[in-house]
């Protein structure tokens, strides 16, 4: 269902910043159709309300020598609720540990984690994962190769009538 809040200066708004978060404003106008200044206070009002997070450079992981990754499926003894939010926390806590997701399914949590290399993620799983005390079991799925990561998020079902 399309969100009243946003028309279609918004969306297109939303679009061009998610294909290129450094769009200077006056072009960013110029894409979208609108002048420089209520372009500028549409973005700020997004940002505001929370339709923008963030906005960062997406690194290489390669290059910058994290060309190991591994999802990972994390299944946890209890759900109580200290237990869990500890559990969370610590995970939220480790760098390695780029997404985490709660999920239904086989696993409790769906953890996305990238390390130089398998020896790397051997020290992290033992040494840090393992380590928790509510984890139970563990599955790792290592990425044999990227077709595509981060992508833009589909905006599609925002369109009007």
């Known amino acids: ?55 960062r450079a997406m690194l290489r992981r390669s290059q910058v020598g994290l060309g190991f990754t591994v999802f990972v499926g994390v299944k946890i003894d209890a759900h109580a609720n200290d237990q869990a939010s500890a559990f969370e926390a610590a995970v939220v806590a480790m760098p390695e540990i780029i997404a985490c997701h709660m999920i239904a399914g086989q696993a409790d949590y769906l953890l996305e984690v990238v390390v130089p290399d398998l020896e790397h993620y051997r020290r992290f799983l033992v040494g840090k994962l393992l ?13 044999i190769q990227t077709l595509k990561a981060a992508a833009p998020l589909p905006l599609d079902h925002l369109q009007g009538p």
């Open 131 to 143: 380590e928790l005390p509510i984890v139970r079991e563990v599955q790792s799925n290592i990425a």
């Open 1 to 55: 269902m399309p969100n009243p809040q946003l028309d279609d200066f918004d969306r297109r708004i939303i679009a061009a910043l998610q294909a290129d978060g450094r769009l200077a404003n006056v072009e960013l106008a110029d894409r979208i159709g609108l002048s420089p200044s209520p372009c500028l206070r549409r973005v700020k009002r997004l940002e505001r309300e929370g339709y923008i997070d963030a906005y």
